[in-house]
């Protein structure tokens, strides 16, 4: 059974960065388009950035353009988002999940597939 696990999470002020991780198991992200959503309570699902698998184009939602930055190691089967100049609006929970190709419409659209259980990201002052 494949498997997502993300870590990384945590409590920041406003302007600062973190550095999300997401390991896969039991399937090999060579093959596999992956990338990130996040949700704040209370609010729907939001794409945040998608890696395809064949040749590792990218592609992001229009809130985080600019400042947030996705990249796989796939020696380590792990993604990673980092992000920068957080402000409070990026307060969420961060998933990561495979998706079917990679391009504007999976962020957009919401076509990811499989996610893991979210790390907490919280920007405050």
């Known amino acids: 059974q494949m498997q997502l696990s993300e870590s990384g999470g945590g409590s920041v002020q406003p302007g600062g960065s973190l550095r999300l991780s997401c390991e896969a198991s039991r399937f090999a992200l060579d093959y596999h388009s992956i990338g990130w959503f996040r949700q704040a309570p209370g609010k729907e699902r939001e794409g945040v950035s998608c890696?395809?698998?064949?040749?590792?184009?990218?592609y992001y939602g229009d809130s985080v353009k600019g400042r947030f930055t996705i990249s796989r190691n796939l020696r380590k089967n792990t993604i990673y988002l980092q992000m920068n100049s957080l402000k409070p609006e990026d307060t969420a929970v961060y998933y990561c999940?495979?998706?079917?190709?990679?391009?504007?419409?999976?962020?957009?659209?919401?076509?990811?597939?499989?996610w893991g259980q979210g790390t907490q990201v919280t920007v405050s002052s």
């Open positions: 890696i395809s698998s064949s040749d590792g184009n990218t």
């Open positions: 999940a495979t998706a079917n190709g990679c391009s504007s419409s999976v962020v957009t659209d919401f076509l990811f597939t499989f």
